[in-house]
């Protein structure tokens, strides 16, 4: 299978702070991937230097084969929603459509139009004068009528209301299934995309801890409740993601892909959201930990 | 590409256009009622003396609007780097939407290109009728102008010929640089501003006179470029030279001396400089002689005359190309910056 996507130890420094560090990501074609982590994370910076709209300050990141941004034929395959949906105050819909097609060389003008009549967007209106779920659909039309192989959207429903968000959600998997493109989007909200991905990319204080198709997650992810015990007489092939410990007892997130025979467990399934937040939790805990040790 | 930059410069550049329509419909219709009094008045005054002071005459008339043709070429280029130059990046950049430009399939460099290109084509076609139409108007006062608005002095110099261009130019690629480089649209007008202002104020003052090195040479006094005397109560004579020079008429006069038979400087042009040997109670100077049409003749033979550094007035359009060229390879120079930076530095 050919990667849309491959980073090998990718970096972004701003001054003196990395805004991702150390990623290495393979992501295959053919999936919607979810970009998940928390604010501040990095998750616009990986998906600007995926889109060429930033350069790498370390490592190599290709993008269907090509280096982001560098021709015109690599960004006509790249699609890009940036976050909060920017387009012309000034310019009308039907404007955006004419940038659109003067400025993409495979412009679907059948496609936008059709789009932007369903959505029920008046071609005449200014863009400045949209609502922000009606801006949104209008970027994603002009992300998706320059037919990319890619499309990539940052945070495009953040700031939506619940009903736009999935109005939204709802027109691009239409257009996914109906044009086999690759979609990469962020969110700070696993909920968002629970519905909609079927890849996942955990992103935590710049580094990629876990990136993997959303079954395969479910399936190699447990949580562990036990007598207390310490992480370290787990067996090899189980990695823990995050670890709590009561006088008594410890709750354990792992990854594995063996069973677990282990009858001292009660193994629990775990959801989407609960594995990305046992992800996102437990770098804090290290730093604590580390900080704990500073202090003595 | 084309289509987007003129629909984002569509609105700015219609306003500008439209400011231009009027001031050549103005400089038309006065224009040529100038030019009339001009060649009625020319043909009318026979001896030198009465040409001069039609010369005053015509001048005093159309000072005002003189004036404000000047000002008009000069700070044309100013606007079009502030309201052109200063907000074509930052308005996208502050309204997000260059990630939505910089990600159709075009390049940011060919982006950058074709909006540099048309609308510093556009500035400069806007500067060039301005100047154009101006040079026109006041070709007739340019020919008989008093000394200080004459064609070669800064003000009027900057406002004539192909000097406008380059001003334009530079102002405009000034404004977009300044706004790559401040990203606020508002500190950007500004910033643009000051350092426009301080480069067009720092050009005649401090560049334009060495652009050339100015003829350095002494002249005899004479009417021409001799302010008046006079005699002291102690019977001293004092002598004022003024900044012409006789027989280099528009020449840009940048010092004026009086110096004695050794070459010493005794003053300035506009100050009274001591005349020593000179009787002030026979001969050509005395006011007994009646108007002292002779006395000058009687201070150049004791040896004193006008030390003068000047640029002649023919070095007009050498000096326009050069200081033309001077400003095309600011605008260059800053072009190719803002290139480097949009690939390097800016997302």
Redesign the interface.
Known sequence: MTSVLRAQGLGKRYGRRWALRECTIDIPAGHVVGLVGPNGAGKTTLL?LA?????PTAGDITVLGGRP?G???Q??K???V???T??????TVA?HL???A?????WDDAMARERIARIGLAPAQRAGRLSGGQRAQL?LT?GLA?RPELLILDEPVASLDPLARREFLQGLMEAVAEHELSVVLSSHLVSDLERVCDFLIVLVGSRVPVAAETERLLATHYRLTGPRRDPDRLPAGQHVVSARHTDRQSTYVIRTDASIHDPAWTVGQLSLEDLVLAYMEKRPAESRRVALEVQR | MIWLTWRQLRGSATMTAALLVMLVAVLALTGSQLAADYSSGIASCTRGEECAGFYDQLFDDYQIPFMASILVVLVLPAMIGLFWGAPMITRELEAGTHLLVWNQSITRTRWLAVKLGFAGLLAVAAAGVSGIAVTWWSGPLDQSAPPGFALMDPLVFSARGIAPLGYAAFAFALGVTVGMLVRRTLPAMALTLVLFAAVQIAMPLLVRPHLIPPVTSAFELGRENTDGFGINRDGTFDIRIDAAIPGHTGAWVLSSELVDPSGRTIAASGQDGRVEGVSTTSGACAPAAGPPDGCPAEVNRLGYRQKATYQPLERFWPLQWIETGIYAAFTAGLTWFCFRWIRRRLS
């Open positions: 600007k889109a060429g709209q930033l350069e941004g021709s015109p034929a960004l006509a790249v699609g890009f940036a976050q909060d920017p387009v012309y105050a000034g310019l404007e004419r940038l659109g003067r400025l993409n060389p495979r970027a002009l320059k």
